[in-house]
Structures are given as structure tokens and as C-alpha cells.
């Protein structure tokens, strides 16, 4: 089963989730970065994300997101590997903190953070990762970029 995207239909930043089973974790990190107009899970309906956009698969939605894109923040190994495929990108093997940048038509950056479904990041890293990804969009207070680590 496809599991849709939601968010911003116009995103500068991708977040790659392939599991979304951690999705209220990282709806309240978005909401604390002020992506995320509240910390829901589960229900998204009336949910707004401003400049991003969470999926599942990169490869199902590049074609209509790859003109906005300016950033990816891939969650685990599996979001690394599927978003570099879809960049054609040769990078680093993934680890979280890792950071490629694709130069093909334009600048895309790719940014690793570890699995949502690991306990191993806490909320600050979870916040940093969100910020650098935030920055490397070039989201700012207006569109959704609060740069969380900044504002905590």
C-alpha cells in the first residue's frame, strides 16, 4: 500500500520517512520548528505544513515535487539510498549528519538523520537536523523556518 504525501504541494524541503511510524514525534519537531501549524498525529486533516512536504518514497512523488525541492532530510538508511536513486547521486553510505549536495539542473541537498523508529535521536538532534535541513532550503521565519535549534 502507498502511503500519500501531505504537506506543502510547492516544498523547498523533502522530509524522507519510509516507516511513518514515528509520525507524532516528528509532527511536534515540526510544530517546534514552525513547519507544522500543530503537533498531531494520527488525524492530519486541517494540518498545514509550510515550504515541506513528508513522504513515504521519493521516487513516487519527484516528479511533481522536483521543481520546488531545495533540500531532502532522509530519516534512516532506507531514505538515504531511495533519495540518492532518485537524485542519480553516487554519496557517502549514510549516516546520520551526513550531507550531499546533487548539482545537476540546480542545487539540491541531501541530509541524513537517524531513523525516526530508533530511539537514538533525541529531541535536540532531532531539532538540529531540522534546522540545518531548514537552512539548506533556505526556508526563513516567514515560510516556515524558525531554525528550531535557534529558537528553543
Not at 45 to 69: I, S, Y
Not at 104 to 127: E, H, K, N, Q
Amino acid at each position: 500500500m502507498t502511503v500519500p504525501a501531505y504537506g506543502d504541494m510547492f516544498p523547498k524541503l523533502l522530509l524522507v520517512d519510509p516507516s511513518r511510524t514515528a509520525e507524532p514525534r516528528l509532527l511536534r519537531a515540526l510544530h517546534l520548528a514552525g513547519i507544522a501549524t500543530a503537533p498531531v498525529g494520527g488525524d492530519i486533516t486541517g494540518l498545514k505544513l509550510f515550504g515541506a512536504c513528508v513522504v513515504a518514497d521519493p521516487a513516487e512523488e519527484w516528479d511533481q515535487l522536483r521543481p520546488w525541492v531545495r533540500a531532502v532530510l532522509a530519516f534512516g538508511a532506507d531514505a538515504w539510498n531511495s533519495t540518492l536513486a532518485v537524485l542519480s547521486v553516487d554519496g557517502p553510505r549514510f549516516a546520520p549528519g551526513a550531507s550531499v549536495t546533487s548539482t545537476g539542473d540546480r542545487t539540491i541537498t541531501v541530509l541524513g538523520c537517524t531513523d525516526l523508529r530508533d530511539d537514538a535521536p533525541t529531541d535536540s538532534m532531532l531539532a538540529d537536523a531540522l534546522s540545518s535541513a531548514q537552512d539548506a532550503a533556505g526556508l526563513s521565519w516567514g515560510c516556515g523556518g524558525s531554525s528550531a535549534a535557534r529558537f528553543r
